[in-house]
């Protein structure tokens, strides 16, 4: 029979070594799924809205506050490519009571996660007006439960979980990208493009609006969660262990309980040997960087393509929706301009935007949720 | 104030991220820089540029999050 296990620990890790790099591309995809997340009401409203009122008072700050998360995430990355176990398994191991504090503060924080979901069904519900005769509430709420729905069956028929998020990030990805790459390819967009570009660099002085004193904490808000942000960043770690980069490779996979096989999933890590694996630490670490990369570069992109059409759309003709009145505005400019396929196209990517949340944030809470469960309350 | 309008519920989420970034981001340090090298052969440990970098960003993150509380606490 086992020692019983003390609460807050974990058992040692093992030895392994380390597995080369399949390749760059076959690796790549935890960046990708940081990329589709990390675009949300940040990036679609309140970025947007500083650049709408402030005009390119405040761009300069994007590109620092982008990338102030990418040492964060390499440092969260590296530490479950050396041992296959997730980030909360290591601040476990670090200080149990530490990370018992943290694990209450994150579950706080996403109690309420499913307005992601609600916010996605609002955008469907504006786009198709459906079911007829409801309320916007009622309609919006339809939408919201049908999203949960039609996620939580693909996850439970899905064989591998994280296969499904990652299928599903790559088409959220590569429509919220192309759609605003076109979006943006208008000729007012084109024509703010060169002022725009200066801004990113040099902020424009004096500001064309009086400071607001409330707009401070949406200015802080929007810097420190540029990206992914709080919580989510450490979302990362659960990408990178199951897609199997580095010494996750011997962890194994969460598989749907319908099609899935199930696969034994250790409960303490490995770490590399003294052996010829540590060749391939270099070859990982690039992955890592450029993983990332992808990650904050693409959601970089699209944010500066939001604060264009802001800048470009709204700053000109002094309009300044108040909260999600934003989204609803910057639709109708779309439909303005490129008729009601232009509506369509936004609230498509308004709901991408928005309801994707919901669905990487279900997967990675509930595995947090398992890896703080199994270390503070071990079988005995 | 309540929990039945979304304002508050943003607040608090706003506030709690602030301080668990802070805390995890500095209590990263401490697990790649200090605890798992010592479970690493000397071939696989982190640099000193990668914990400037990560000391660099968690002062960031604390000065935000200081500004934050203080705005928000109407003392700024």
Known sequence: MPESQAWGTLPPYKKAPLPPLPSMLAALGPGVIFMALAQGSGELIWWPYIIAKYGLTFLFLLLPACLLQFPVTYEIGRYTLLTGESIFQGFIRLHRTFAFILWILMTLSFLWFGAFAAAGGTSLAALTNFPPGWTAKGQTLFWCYTLMLVFLTAILLSKVIYQLVETFMWGVALLTLVGLIWASANTEALQALPAFAKGLFIPQLPMPRPWDRADATKLLTAITFAGLGGFWTLFYSYWIRDKGSGMAHYMGRLTGPITGKAEAIPASGFTPGNDEGLAHVRRWHRFLFWDISIGIGGNLLTTLMTCLLAYALLFPKGLLPAGYELAVVQSRFFEVSWGGLGRILFLIIAAAFLSDTWLATVDAVSRIHTDCLCAFFPRT | ?76
């Open chain 2, 1 to 76: 104030m309540g929990f039945s309008e979304p304002g508050p519920l943003i607040l608090l989420s706003a506030v709690i991220g602030f301080v668990g970034t802070v805390l995890f981001s500095v209590a990263l340090i401490f697990l790649n820089h200090v605890y798992l090298p010592r479970h690493l052969p000397p071939g696989a440990r982190p640099g000193k540029v990668n914990l400037v970098f990560l000391c660099l960003a968690c002062f960031a993150y604390a000065l935000l999050a200081i500004a934050y509380l203080l705005t928000v606490t109407g003392m700024i």
